[in-house]
Structures are given as C-alpha cells and as structure tokens.
C-alpha cells in the first residue's frame, strides 16, 4: 500500500491556540483570499453568487495586509479562490508577490479550470516552482459544463509537465442530480483517481448571514441529512476492508472531516447540520477560536466573508 503524503491533508493538523487581541488564533490558521468577484459562471450554491462580477482585489492593499497578519499571527498558509480568481487581470503578479513579499509557506489557488482549459500557454507561469502557486484545486463537478473528464486529465497532465511537484487536489460538491448516487460518486472517484493527487468531496451547507450572500437559492439543490449520511456511509463501507478511516475532530474550525487514505486520499467534508457562522462566535471575544482569516475583495483582512468582522482594514 502507498504511504501518502500529509503535507496538504487538513485533516491532520491538530489546532493549538494562543490569545491574542482578537481571540484564540490556531496555529493552523490559513488565509482565504478573494482575489476577484469575476466567474464564467453563477453557481447557486456558491456565496460568491449574487457579488458585483466588477469588483477585483486591489494588490498593494492586499499584499501589504497580508504581510500584516503573517507577522502578527503567524498564517503560514494561504488560498486564493473568487470568483474565479484567474479571471484577475494581474493574477500572475499577484501570485508571485504574495510568494515574494508576504512571508506565507504555502500558497493554492481553487479555480474552475475553465482558464486552464482556454489558455494555458499564457498561465505557465501560474505554476513556477519559484514565484507561482505550490497546490491547485480544480473544481469538477459531473452535472456541470465546466470540462469534460479528458480535458481535465489533459490539464492535469499539463500542470505536472510545468511543475511535477504541484499537488492537484479535484473538489466536487454533492448536490441534488449532481453525484447524488453513490454509484456515480464511485465512478467519479474512480476516473478522477487517474490525474490527481488528492479528491475532496463536500456536501452543500446552507448560507446565512456570515456569508457575503445570505440567500441560498440552491435550497432545493441540497440533500437532506439523511440522503448525504447514507452517500458518505457507502462510500465508508466501500473502502472500510482495505483501509482504516481517518477522523480527526479536533481539525481546522467547523469543518469535520474523514480521510479515507488511498493512494490518491479521499477527503469527505462531512459538514452535515453545519452553518457558516458557526466559524466564529460573536458574543466572547476573549475565548473564540480562530481557523481561518479572510482576505476580502477590497484587500481588507476579515474573520469572515462580511467586511463587519474586519481586523486590518
């Protein structure tokens, strides 16, 4: 059996916290960074979904911001997503100056892939060993034209041809007439398992008032507790008589997770009868654990996606 690396798998990283001004921030804590509000598409589970498409992040701020929060609690890590973030105009810079001038260890980027598809000769440099991303994730969903299963493979190909140290990690989210058999979520791990690194499957949480779209319009769209239990618990006793599962609770804020530690690592992100704003607790300042930072389109530092939760502004 492979040994699998455990570099890029969250659910290994055990939080410790330590006080500071703003509450108990882990030493696991990473950076999401908006780099645009830009996308091909209008997903409607997305919280980016009902955001003004013009606005993109304003780098100097940004950078100069996040250099802030690497040295006063310590992020190591980093994820720029949007939108779709490779629709910014000056990505390529961004990426490298964040990789230059932040003091971050390791920076990904969560994208479509429709970019890639279209145009990869002029994002080569998105995967520099030296000033481009260290880790991709690419969204690959069956019941939607984002790519074919072939253009995803050619363009996981082509990513390694770059940079073979990338770690190519596919998301899918679960939802209604999109991977909500099990068999067809089998097929999907199966197929994706020839190009990827790493697998991530999710099931659709409900938006609320944290998110920067407190409405949910793929309400009908999610699957009930029950329907998503049974998916997961399939897939568990699939894997069960080769592998032991992997359950760490006490894993990076909200987020519950299992890994099911094949040679390409499958990670269910079981976050069934969770909400966003679980994240953060408003009401005791001194004793909120902190996981994850925000950096907004505007380039502002946030503990969440809503610019009232700003602590550099």
């Known amino acids: 059996m492979s040994i699998i690396q455990t570099d890029s798998l969250e659910i290994f990283k055990t939080n410790k916290y330590y006080l500071t001004d ?4 882990s ?3 990473y950076l999401s960074i908006v780099a645009t509000n830009n996308c091909q598409k209008a997903c409607p589970y997305c919280i980016n979904s009902k955001t003004d498409r013009r606005l993109n992040i304003r780098v100097d701020r940004a950078v100069a911001n996040i250099r802030t929060l690497v ?12 939108g779709e973030p490779l629709l910014h105009r000056r990505i390529l810079e961004f990426v490298s100056r964040l990789r230059k001038e932040t003091g971050l260890e390791m920076l990904r980027l969560t994208t479509n892939g429709i970019a890639l598809k279209d ?3 002029y994002l080569r440099d998105l995967f520099d060993p030296d000033n481009g991303i260290q880790g991709i994730n690419i969204s690959c969903h069956n019941g939607q034209d984002f790519m074919s299963y072939d253009e ?3 363009i996981c190909f082509d990513i390694k041809n770059v940079n073979p140290k990338i770690k190519i990690r596919i998301n899918t989210n679960i939802w209604r007439g999109n991977l909500d058999e099990y068999s067809e979520l089998l ?3 199966r197929i994706v398992s020839e190009f990827a690194d790493e697998i991530r499957i999710s099931n659709i949480i409900p938006k609320d008032s944290f998110s920067v779209n407190d409405v949910n319009d793929a309400l009908d769209l999610i699957l009930s507790d029950d329907e998503y239990e049974d998916i997961f618990k399939c897939l568990v006793r699939y894997y069960f ?9 006490q894993t990076l804020g909200f987020v519950r997770y299992l890994l099911i530690p094949t040679p390409v690592p499958i990670i269910i992100n079981w976050n069934i009868g969770s909400k966003v704003a679980e994240q953060v607790c408003e009401n005791d300042i001194k004793n909120r654990k902190i996981n994850t930072f ?3 389109v505007d380039g502002s530092i946030s503990l969440s996606w809503n610019k009232n939760n700003v602590i550099i502004p």
């Not at 703003?22 to 921030?25: A, C, D, E, K, N």
């Not at 040295?71 to 720029?80: L, T």
């Open 152 to 154: 995803l493979r050619e």
């Open 71 to 82: 040295d006063r609690y310590h992020v190591k890590e980093a994820i720029v997503l949007g």
């Open 27 to 29: 030493d696991n804590a």
């Open 119 to 121: 145009g990869f000769d």
């Open 187 to 189: 097929e999907h791990i």
């Open 22 to 25: 703003i509450g108990m921030v």
């Open 294 to 296: 925000k950096c907004l």
């Open 241 to 249: 008589t080769d592998y032991t599962i992997i359950r760490n609770d």
